[in-house]
């Protein structure tokens, strides 16, 4: 399996500040395909932020093009996301996922533990 270890966050910023998170893969990493930063806001279900597939694709919220970057380290397998011009509804819980074939057969999702980002007006 996909163990998923965040950092970066747990941080009180204020609105127009920026904040970077990363997300540290271990485990069959060589069965990853995507790796994402999911957000949860409060009363809102998990959606998605940013997206980089294995082949350096990615995709963005709406609410977050141009504001937002993710990367992805190969080497290391992390994948970071770089938050500019932070609005108080970036604020949320903040979870990093990774998908793929295990074994290259088997689908699975594996997630992090969420990290806390609270933007302040």
């Known amino acids: 399996q996909v163990q998923l270890a965040p950092s970066g966050g747990g941080l009180v910023v204020q609105a127009g500040g920026s904040l970077t998170l990363s997300c540290l893969a271990s485990?069959?990493?060589?069965?990853?395909?995507?790796m994402a930063w999911y957000r949860q806001s409060p009363g809102e279900e998990r959606d998605l932020v940013a997206n980089?597939?294995?082949?350096?694709?990615?995709s963005y919220a709406d609410s977050v093009k141009g504001r937002f970057t993710i990367t992805r380290d190969h080497a290391k397998t992390t994948v970071s996301l770089q938050m500019n011009n932070l609005k108080p509804e970036d604020t949320g819980v903040y979870y990093c996922?990774?998908?793929?074939?295990?074994?290259?057969?088997?689908?699975?999702?594996?997630w992090g533990r969420g990290t806390q980002v609270t933007v302040s007006p």
């Open positions: 996922a990774a998908d793929g074939l295990l074994h290259g057969v088997s689908p699975f999702t594996s």
């Open positions: 485990g069959t990493i060589s069965s990853v395909n995507n």
């Open positions: 980089m597939s294995s082949s350096g694709i990615t």
